[in-house]
């Protein structure tokens, strides 16, 4: 065991603070900081992404034959350290860390070839269809219905809180192909292009209310949707397999290095925030003691996922353990989005309907409490997303516990 | 002791419910919202023909002459109602300190309020004063038998629809004492004041209020000049008491919705409302609603009780309702799943509202620690 870098590793330290100077730009750091629910435009996300591709970055977890960097587990440290550090956009996660592990595992060679390469590049926009109105956290009860045409499939129903689908070229979907006893054995994994004749996507408007093209999370429907043979991934009625395995990736991955981020992004309000009788935020012992007992939870999330992580290598899932970290992580983030709305006072209070619009107006309060509060009710669904947060304890007792 | 309401407060109740059954559900409500005003001034007049304008008032001056209890049930049903119109601004705090003005100002104008002609805002708080009810930097200076008003007032609730604006400033001593402040008050239209207008996250609106050289008669302070600090903490206390109650009655629609969404709501073959885990969530949620109820009618009770006890009473009930207003608004966000989660559903709305009374007039920090210095 060992905390210490070594003269390569602080070299590498050096190339990613270099490649965020020049990649990150001023225009991009404006936009950011002013959305509401963590993303922003379109152009945003592909501009940021597409030069990490250049760069070789943009995979840090997958393997090397495929595109990944092939970082040791001190570089990802560093690297993702370095990014939350510097507060850049999130990866899009849909292509890079759902779909794309299932291809590489279960897709055929001509679907990895097809679809592997547009991913990397940023070149296609995928979204995640698995929820339904009636199958959140009981997936497998899903209705959303592919039959069997001979040469295609047709797709019938309806996905929920799709995230980002207004911006997509693709979705992955998981459809009822047959109705058997077990909910879970008629499930299939099916690639659909949607552009596709008989697609519609509907806004829905959360919390934060931030308002079309900017919302978060869309309902898509499928009425007589024509999808092509080849689209299916592995074996017809094996998708509940696929799609397990596709969400310990989408659970298992890092969150301490944004936590920390919000930690220093705390302090510093907290010592521009004036609390009368001329004291700043940060004189107050109550206050300050808050967030340093949430700086040592944090701490103690980062050495589980380092742990975790430094025994594993690339394109390898964590297993249940990836629930340990979706439950700690979304937990603190909340902490730290409701300890910055305390931070704030008043200032939460002021409602900017279209934070991108105003972009050149004046913001009423200080600058960085434009987005506090939305965040903050928008942050609400970390703990329901992703499987909620009651669903990941439940997966810890049953397959970590064994009860 | 007596903790049963009389004929006549549930009568009021029963008034209050009808009102707001009749003109405002969530679909009128979020339409009041998205109108150009902001608010409901049809809703307002129609407060104003049900007397509800009046409930603290004496008779003498036009009102009901009513006590805390029947505020705290007006405020309880608004409350539930996630009532926009700047009630509480206007009748319990600005109605606070008219209240206690001298004879000739209650004249003036408190049968506006009362008619509902006028809506009164409190221009308190300043950036750098944050809760701290005596760090005021706006400015007024003496000049023969006029002020001159001068500085900056924060999130001014209630503000973009007001006439009148009670504004609390220096006339003397430093930034932060006690003595030396004193109240005016000050037409909204008067020379030099400017407002900067917007909504705010839970549905209301607000204004950033500016003063530049706002000439003021003396005629216009209340009370007497350099002495307003005490009578500002008991009509915030007041304030607090009416927040405390507007609190709990949003808590129960939550709950109610949460429970009633867990019984139909089914996944795995069964309604949610079957998992232990939310069973036992729900009954933490209705354990602090009902720890809030108590606290509420606590400081209610308390209000006329001297200084110290009052004080420590508002502090005691806000640190409970910040708390229990956290925990179930994001306890019923969370039960209801992604649902919880649309601006579609009233759930998220309420969750907002009670995220907004936490830091009206203080969070549960500072409320802890007003308390602790009472003791
Ligand atoms: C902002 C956002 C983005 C999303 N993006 C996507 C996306 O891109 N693609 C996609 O497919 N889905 C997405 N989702 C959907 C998400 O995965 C579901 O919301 C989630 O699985 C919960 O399902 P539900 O909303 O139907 O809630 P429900 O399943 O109805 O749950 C309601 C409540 O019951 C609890 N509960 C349910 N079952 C149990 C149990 N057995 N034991 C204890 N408690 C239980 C839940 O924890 C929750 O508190 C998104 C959701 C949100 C809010």
Redesign the pocket.
């Known amino acids: 065991m060992d905390l210490n870098f070594n003269q390569a590793d602080i070299d590498f330290r050096n190339e990613v603070r270099d490649f965020i100077k020049t990649s990150y730009t001023s225009e991009m750091k404006a936009e950011l900081r002013r959305s509401k629910n963590g993303s922003a435009s379109k152009d945003l996300h592909v501009k940021w992404q597409k030069s990490l591709y250049e760069k070789g970055w943009i995979a840090p977890n997958w393997p090397v034959e495929h595109g990944g960097p092939g970082f040791t587990t001190t570089q990802n440290y560093i690297f993702e350290t370095e990014m939350a550090h510097a507060g850049v956009p999130r990866t899009v996660p849909?292509g890079l860390s759902m779909v794309a592990p299932v291809l590489m595992e279960f897709g055929t060679e001509e679907q990895k070839n097809k679809y592997l390469p547009d991913i990397l590049a940023t070149n296609v926009w995928w979204?995640?269809?698995?929820?339904e109105p009636g199958?959140?956290?009981?997936?497998a009860s899903l209705q959303c219905k592919a039959e069997d045409k001979g040469d295609h499939y047709l797709v019938n129903g309806t996905?929920?809180?799709?995230?980002?689908a207004q911006h997509a070229d693709m979705i992955f979907c998981l459809v009822r192909t047959s109705k058997t006893d077990k909910p879970q054995s008629g499930i299939s994994f099916l690639l659909i292009d949607m552009k596709s004749e008989g697609i519609d996507v509907r806004p829905l408007i959360?919390l934060d209310q931030s308002p079309e093209p900017y919302q978060?999370?869309n309902q898509v429907f499928f009425e007589d949707v024509k999808v092509p043979k080849e689209n299916l991934v592995g074996e017809e009625n094996k998708g509940w397999t696929y799609a397990k395995y596709l969400l310990e990736f989408e659970r298992g991955n890092s969150y301490s290095p944004t936590l920390y981020r919000g930690i220093e992004k705390l302090k510093s309000i907290a010592k521009e925030t004036s609390i009368g009788n001329g004291e700043n935020l940060i004189d107050d012992s109550d206050f300050i003691n808050k967030l340093n007992k949430c700086e040592i939870e944090i701490q103690a999330l980062e050495f589980v996922e380092l742990r975790i992580f430094s025994a594993l290598s690339a394109g390898q899932r964590v297993g249940p353990e990836s629930s340990i970290l979706k439950t700690r992580g979304t937990e603190l983030q909340q902490k730290l989005q409701e300890l910055s709305v305390e931070a704030i006072g008043y200032w939460a209070s002021p409602f900017v309907y279209d934070t991108f619009a105003n972009i050149n107006e004046p913001s009423i309060g200080p600058d960085y409490a434009m987005t506090i509060a939305p965040s903050y009710f928008n942050g609400r669904?970390t703990t329901?997303?992703?499987?909620?947060?009651?669903?990941q304890r439940?997966i810890i007792s049953k397959a970590v516990l064994g009860l | 002791m007596d903790f049963s309401f009389s004929e006549e407060q549930t009568l009021l109740r029963n008034t209050i419910q009808s009102f707001l059954q009749d003109n405002y559900d969530f679909d009128s409500r979020k339409a009041i919202i998205q109108s150009e005003d902001g608010m409901s001034k049809e809703n307002w007049q129609q407060l104003a023909e049900l007397g509800l304008l009046g409930v603290p008032f004496s008779e003498a001056d036009g009102g009901l002459d009513f006590g805390p209890v029947e505020t705290m049930i007006v405020a309880e049903e608004f409350g539930k109602g996630l009532v926009i119109e700047p009630y509480i601004q206007t009748v319990v705090t600005c109605g606070g300190f008219l209240r206690r003005a001298s004879e000739s100002q209650r004249q003036e104008h408190l049968s506006k309020i009362i008619s509902g002609e006028e809506i009164w805002a409190f221009a308190h708080a300043e950036p750098q004063g944050r809760f701290n009810l005596s760090d005021i930097k706006v400015n007024a200076s003496k000049n023969n038998d006029e002020y001159s008003l001068n500085g900056h007032k924060c999130v001014v609730s209630g503000a973009p629809w007001a006439q009148k604006l009670i504004v609390s400033a220096r006339t003397s001593g430093d930034q932060s004492d006690k003595d030396g402040i004193s109240l005016f008050i000050v037409d909204k239209s008067a020379e030099g004041v400017s407002l900067r207008d917007y909504k705010t996250v839970d549905g209301s609106m607000a204004s950033e209020v500016t003063f530049e050289n706002v000439k003021i008669d003396s005629s216009s302070i209340i009370g007497e000049e350099g002495k307003a600090y005490d009578l500002i903490e008991l009509v915030v206390d007041e304030t607090i008491a009416a927040l405390c109650a507007e609190a709990i009655g949003a808590m129960s629609v939550l709950n109610d919705a949460t429970v009633e969404y867990?019984k139909t709501?089914k996944?795995?073959g069964q309604p949610?409302g079957k998992?232990q885990?939310?069973q036992h969530r729900m009954v933490d949620m209705f354990m602090q609603y009902e720890q809030s109820v108590s606290m509420t009618y606590m400081v209610n009770l308390k209000l006329s009780e001297d200084e110290l006890e009052r004080r420590k009473a508002a502090s005691g009930a806000k640190v409970q309702i910040c708390n229990a207003s956290k925990f179930i608004g994001q306890s019923a966000v969370?039960?209801?799943?992604?649902?919880g989660?649309t601006d579609e559903l009233n759930v998220g709305h309420y969750f907002k509202r009670l995220a907004m009374i936490e830091t009206q007039f203080g969070n549960a920090d500072h409320h802890l620690k007003k308390y602790s210095s009472a003791s």
């Open positions: 849909f979204c995640q269809g698995y929820s199958a959140g956290s009981d997936l996905k929920i809180w799709t995230t980002m959360t978060e999370v669904k329901i997303y992703a499987g909620s947060n009651e669903i439940n | 867990c709501r996944q795995f949610i998992f885990v939310l969370q039960l209801h799943g992604g649902m989660m």
